[in-house]
């Protein structure tokens, strides 16, 4: 199975927990000390269906001192293998982890909550390949910088809620820039999208 399709069946498997548990009845996330998440992200790309490679998101969060505010946590990755004469190879482009705050707003519509957060970010590309006995990953393409975000979270019940998320990034990313006719590794300053759009669920416990 590829990646595609193990994001279609993810999507479905959201969708079918959401009619599941539409009727039930919703409350407010504040009793809930953390929150898990997973989903689907870069859905904003899909404008272009043939190249796109859709990206898996894994996420937590955690009541922090600071009154109204969460720690949160979340890795995102691009996966890709290909079997190329016998040749083995595994991508994660990019592999993304993020870390620092979240602040929920609470709206008069019940179901409906808003939060925003300001996070670190660190990204790298992963590749690894079945030649040599079958090394472990490689990493390359380093980033680093911050991405504030924006994020919406419908409550299908009191404890579950669908989750939607938009993140852009400015950082230094490390990129070969030629100088005359030598090219060398560099920190490039350029903003990037580190989460744009997605799609998952969250469940508070």
Known sequence: M???????????????????????????????KRS?????????ELYDPINYRP???????????IDGWRYNIKLMGRYRFENQNGVRYHELIPFVTTIGLERDIHLDFERLLLSVNANLFY?????KSSIGGGSGFQGDDYGVGISPGVNASFFLRENLALHVGFEYGIGFFREFVSVGTVTRPSMVLKGVAIRNLSFGVRHYF
């Open 2 to 32: 590829n990646l595609r399709s193990i994001c279609i069946a993810l999507l479905l498997f959201v969708m079918s927990v959401a009619y599941s548990s539409f009727l039930a009845q919703s409350d407010s996330a504040a009793a809930y």
């Open 36 to 44: 898990f998440g997973y989903g689907v992200a870069n859905l904003i």
């Open 55 to 65: 990206g898996i998101y894994l996420e937590f969060r955690q009541n922090s001192p």
């Open 123 to 127: 990204s790298m590309s992963l590749r």
